[in-house]
């Protein structure tokens, strides 16, 4: 597609209950990166996907974050047994190859834990 | 620790004029500082990326500063309308040429017409 795709694009959940957030890339870009932002704070790194390469999930807050990337393409984060501080914005970026290009951001998932 | 810092506090300038935002880094030696345009309920728009070997990019009427000995970038809009009005990110890679940014909190910038 012509940009990054994400969905929903609001989430409101239980606490407890675990969530799938999808993230579609721009084709060609490979990788893909998986900030939050909670309300009036910056981006926080969650995970980075580069190629065929093993992800970085240091940014990843606690084992109940897991997220995949399938075919290089597509890529879904997991929040299970959702908390209350979990709720914010999940914003999905992708890349192309090379230095030059910045990140393109998708207009993210607003997630709220009740 | 490392750190990125940007004003926190908004940023009001009269329109047509030069509007000038900071981001300071401690403990960190980037290949890259890129700076990000976001509007409320949206994501970030890249703008401008500059490396460790340029001093000065342009692009339009942005202008961007890299001081690499201050550990410093500048972030100019001239002639600032109020359609520039939004939050201002500043990026940089946290391990020189990872091309894995972390951000800065944001400057918000409001131009009055």
């Known amino acids: 597609g012509a940009g990054v795709s994400q969905s929903p694009s609001n989430k409101v959940t239980e606490k407890g209950k675990d969530v799938e957030l999808r993230c579609d890339p721009i084709s060609g870009h490979t990788a893909l990166y998986w900030y939050r932002q909670s309300l009036g704070q910056g981006l926080e790194f969650l995970i980075y996907f580069q190629g065929n390469s093993a992800p970085d999930k240091s940014g990843l807050p606690s084992d109940r974050f897991s997220a995949e990337r399938t075919g290089g393409s597509v890529s879904t984060l997991t929040i299970q047994r959702t908390q209350q501080e979990d709720s914010a914005v999940y914003l999905c970026a992708s890349s192309p190859p090379g230095t030059g290009g910045g990140y393109t951001f998708g207009s993210g998932t607003r997630l709220t834990v009740v | 620790s490392q750190k990125i810092e940007q004003n926190s506090e908004a940023l009001n300038i009269q329109e047509g004029k030069t509007a000038t935002l900071t981001c300071n880094y401690t403990n960190y030696s980037p290949a890259y500082l890129q700076w990000y345009r976001q509007d409320p309920g949206r994501g970030p728009v890249f703008l401008l990326l500059i490396r460790e070997n340029e001093k000065e990019k342009r692009k339009e009427r942005l202008k961007v500063t890299f001081d690499t000995t201050l550990k410093q970038s500048l972030f100019h809009i001239t002639a600032s309308q109020p359609a520039d009005s939004a939050t201002y990110l500043c990026?940089?890679?946290?391990?020189?040429?990872?091309?894995?940014?972390?951000f800065g909190t944001g400057t918000r910038l409001k131009v009055l017409a």
């Open positions: 990026a940089l890679d946290v391990t020189s040429g990872t091309y894995k940014y972390i």
